[in-house]
């Protein structure tokens, strides 16, 4: 699985306005400056999660943007998918049945590629944003080896 710009960004801000969750709005200008992403990309990332339901806005003077549900109700994994698309390394990794490859059902590999597709999604599929705050409040605490459980 391999992670573009936008989702890294994506990933960010959404962490970004879980930290600020029941503070109020988050301005693009202070989640551009805090998540180091350029305020144009940040635009056209704000819309693609506004689009998918994870995130909100008030417009005005004092506007902003907010997480449109709780952070623990957003999983990494959900929001990975929904900017990158499918995870899987191969697109046959997740099937039963694939009639497009002659290999399917002796293909060596396939076996190894489904290992891997569900290797990632168990850890991306059961971090919360919620857990993130917590391990990113921890950092900011000093406990930089703090143990993560999943």
């Known amino acids: ?11 960010k801000t959404l962490l970004e306005l879980a ?33 998918g339901g994870f995130v909100d806005s008030k417009r005005g003077m004092s506007g902003g943007y907010y997480l449109a549900k709780p952070p623990d109700n957003i999983t990494l994994g959900e929001a990975i998918r929904f900017i990158e698309g499918p995870i899987e390394p191969l697109i046959c990794a997740s099937k039963k049945r694939y009639d497009e490859c002659k290999d399917f059902n002796t293909c060596a590999l396939k076996d190894i590629w489904h290992q891997v597709y569900t290797a990632t999604s168990m850890v991306i599929d059961s971090i919360t944003f919620a857990e993130l705050v917590r ?16």
């Open 1 to 11: 699985m391999k992670i573009s710009y936008k989702s890294d960004y994506a990933l």
């Open 19 to 51: 930290l600020n969750y029941n503070k109020g709005v988050v301005s693009i200008n202070d989640l551009a400056k805090k998540g180091d992403i350029p305020y144009k990309f940040l635009e056209q990332v704000l819309l693609t999660l506004k689009k």
């Open 135 to 150: 391990r990113a409040k921890a950092k900011q605490k000093g406990f930089p080896n703090y143990v993560y459980t999943i």
